[in-house]
């Protein structure tokens, strides 16, 4: 397995290196960061700025004051953002952001935001197209996402062969993706806190592991067992409880120090721009900020699209600017939130324990010693969304692949808390290196497909702006 993982991994998260390693100009750069970051940029632009003039708009769409009754789909348009966000939030907000702090400074939280802001195009160009080509069913229930708009759409360009593949590349890889990092790796985390906050490995829960590993088995398969409406009834209640709880949470420790808020700001904005070493200060925090970024909001990975495409609606573009709040809600505040905890209270600079989760618990302890607990609970709520999210991606790509069986289907939702209870048990080690690679594999085909479809997806968001100035799609009555 280990082989494997490394050659996977190795692949996907090429760097390239530019100068002498010894030197402080020395640049390391994972090449799927300026794949991700590059495709936000473009469609930024190619899309005229939606992620800012579309903002109001959306917001409007999540209140249902555009929703009719009797249009196509499953779930609400806020149902199907809280679904998409509980796939994305999740321990990477948490750990990878301190992670990112710790390395490449406070000034890699400015990256980040910047692109944050890009991803929501990105974000937005996929679940539009997730939506136009997602396969409505005599039921009512649908199926959309990455493998279907690359098999039809491009098929309707004339690239039939080419949608082909690559529909069946993603699906491969997001299977493997749901299977690791969307669960082995969220039980794994979870569970270990859940130890430490209870006395660590010597407490009463040290040796637990399966135990704590069945109870999640158990949650996850009560939620999926039911679909995608079972999923969206619980994470439009957990995502928002789980966001306020840990924004309130930051915010405290954010406060409780609130002397030192000045000189963190200071530190972010002249961070940003770090004159130590031309291209390895400026360079190497930049890289910083956009990996977190990149990672932690998946726009481009396309995974997100699968939950948005189950939206009731008849015009794909609705979607499209509702996810444009994904990226805002998940980079911009949950992780910025986290970044502020982490440098207002200097705990990134603690070199004394590996940096992630601990970096931001130290956080947290410096407002009560019981805060960490309320940190605790964030992380279980985080994971527990995650693979409930990451359930459906993976049952969706399972599905795609042997033809919708029910018993396909089934079968990867058994062996998902299968799995569930495997994560929570072991040391997974060149496991997450390769399910984090088929994660970031699946954003090869998916923008390949979207800059292949840009004409498609621009003619369907201002087809669908004029419309709604013209009021042809005018608001419903409340």
Not at 68 to 80: I, N, R, T
Not at 247 to 267: E, K, M, R, Y
Not at 351 to 358: D, F, L, Q, R
Request: with cysteine; hydrophobic share 50%.
């Amino acid at each position: 397995m280990t082989p494997v993982a490394d050659f996977i991994s190795g692949i996907i998260f090429y760097s390239v290196k530019i100068g002498n390693p010894d030197s402080i100009n020395y640049i390391e750069f994972p090449v799927i960061v300026v794949w991700l970051v590059a495709a936000a940029l473009f469609f930024t632009v190619y899309l005229k700025f939606q992620n800012v003039t579309g903002v109001k708009h959306a917001v409007d769409l999540v209140r249902g004051k555009y929703s009719k009754p009797g249009d196509a789909g499953e779930v609400s348009h806020f149902q199907a953002l809280t679904t998409a966000i509980s796939g994305t939030v999740g321990l990477g907000n948490i750990a990878g952001v301190a992670v990112a702090v710790s390395i490449g400074g406070p000034g890699a939280t400015f990256w980040m935001i910047v692109v944050g802001f890009l991803s929501m195009s990105t974000k937005m160009a996929e679940c539009t197209l997730g939506v136009k080509y997602r396969v409505e069913r005599p039921d009512g229930s649908v199926s959309g996402g990455p493998m279907y708009y690359l098999r039809d759409g491009l098929a309707s360009i004339g690239k039939r062969r080419l949608g082909r593949v690559l529909a069946v590349l993603f699906a491969l890889f997001c299977i493997g993706g749901a299977l690791g990092g969307g669960n082995m790796f969220q039980a794994n985390q979870a569970t270990s806190q859940i130890i430490n906050v209870t006395g660590g490995e010597d407490g009463p829960l040290g040796q637990w592991r399966f135990v704590i590993g069945i109870i999640f088995a158990l949650g996850v398969g009560a939620v999926i067992i039911g679909g995608i409406k079972s999923i969206a009834k619980v994470t439009e209640k957990i995502v928002p409880f789980m966001a306020v709880l840990y924004i309130i949470g930051c915010l405290a420790v954010i406060f409780s120090n609130f002397t030192a808020i000045p000189d963190a700001i200071g530190q972010i904005f002249v961070g940003a721009f770090i004159p130590e070493g031309i291209a390895g200060g400026i360079i190497g925090v930049l890289i910083q900020g956009f990996q977190r970024a990149a990672f932690s909001n998946e726009a481009g990975v396309g995974s997100a699209s699968i939950a948005h495409s189950a939206v009731k609606t008849n015009e794909p573009a609705t979607e499209g600017f509702v996810s444009l709040l994904e990226p805002f809600i998940d980079t911009v505040v949950i992780c910025t939130m986290t970044a502020l905890a982490v440098v207002i209270t200097g705990t990134w600079r603690d070199t004394s324990s590996a940096a992630g989760v601990e970096t931001t618990s130290a956080a947290f302890a410096t407002v009560a010693p019981w805060f960490p607990i309320l940190l605790a609970v964030a992380v279980v709520l985080f994971a527990f969304s995650t693979m409930i999210s990451w359930s459906y991606y993976g049952m969706k790509a399972t599905g795609y692949l042997f033809k919708d069986s029910p018993r396909a289907e089934l079968g990867f939702k058994i062996v998902f808390c299968m799995f569930t209870v495997i994560g929570a048990s072991l040391s997974l080690g060149p496991v997450i290196a390769f399910s984090d690679a088929m994660i970031f594999a699946m954003a090869i085909p998916n923008v390949i497909g979207l800059y292949l479809m840009a004409r498609i997806i621009r003619k369907e968001v201002f087809g669908y702006r004029a419309r709604v100035r013209s009021g042809e799609h005018a608001m419903v009555d409340q």
